[in-house]
T-cell receptor
Framework: GESVGLHLPTLSVQEGDNSIINCAYSNSASDYFIWYKQESGKGPQFIIDIRSNMDKRQGQRVTVLLNKTVKHLSLQIAATQPGDSAVYFCAENPNDYKLSFGAGTTVTVRA | DTAVSQTPKYLVTQMGNDKSIKCEQNLGHDTMYWYKQDSKKFLKIMFSYNNKELIINETVPNRFSPKSPDKAHLNLHINSLELGDSAVYFC???????????FGSGTRLTVV
């Protein structure tokens, strides 16, 4: 099976609140991790990435945290907006020519 | 300008038929991929090609045959379609120095 998984299949969040999406991975050899957002009817879209020599990386309204000790990855979305409703995937690269994806978390933003 | 484009977007066909999905990228990437997304949204790699050469074949039935005429194109041909082939198929590409993938918008294949 795949080595990357998400803790929760769904997340409902109030507009304006912060969202935290979690992911656990099992391949210690992976040195690169990416979060993707997939909206209905579209392909996955790159959000933010992080390499294994970092613990934290920030983008615009998003932060990725990496805990290599427990093989845990999280995505934090600040001030969640209706446009953030989508399926979110974490992915890791066990080798140069492959990304392994987790099962995805469906985020629903309540108005 | 679409970075990774796939055609067709929708494909409905009968069991036993043969069909092809085309993919083109204009990003100058060296590596291209096919992923399959099932009804539970799980994304699984099928193939990866680097500079027209097959790098990964992830235990995909040999009814699936990818073809890369040049590094900007990666097509997927499927023989003897089965009900279980129904899924969304995504093409993607990446640059060797930047692992982030760019995905196409997907081809929804329905086998009836």
């Amino acid at each position: 099976g795949e080595s990357v998984g998400l803790h929760l299949p769904t997340l409902s969040v109030q507009e304006g609140d912060n969202s935290i999406i979690n992911c656990a991975y099992s391949n210690s050899a992976s040195d690169y991790f990416i979060w993707y957002k997939q909206e209905s009817g579209k392909g996955p879209q790159f959000i933010i990435d992080i390499r294994s020599n970092m613990d934290k990386r920030q983008g615009q309204r998003v932060t990725v945290l990496l805990n290599k000790t427990v093989k845990h990855l999280s995505l934090q979305i600040a001030a969640t907006q209706p446009g953030d409703s989508a399926v979110y995937f974490c992915a890791e690269n066990p080798n140069d020519y492959k990304l392994s994806f987790g099962a995805g978390t469906t985020v629903t933003v309540r108005a | 300008d679409t970075a990774v484009s796939q055609t067709p977007k929708y494909l409905v066909t009968q069991m036993g038929n043969d069909k092809s999905i085309k993919c083109e990228q204009n990003l100058g990437h060296d590596t291209m991929y096919w992923y399959k997304q099932d009804s539970k949204k799980f994304l699984k790699i099928m193939f990866s090609y680097n500079n027209k050469e097959l790098i990964i074949n992830e235990t995909v039935p040999n009814r699936f045959s990818p073809k890369s005429p040049d590094k900007a194109h990666l097509n997927l041909h499927i023989n003897s379609l089965e009900l279980g082939d129904s899924a969304v198929y995504f093409c993607a590409s990446s640059h060797p120095l930047n692992y982030g993938y760019t995905f196409g918008s997907g081809t929804r294949l329905t086998v009836v």
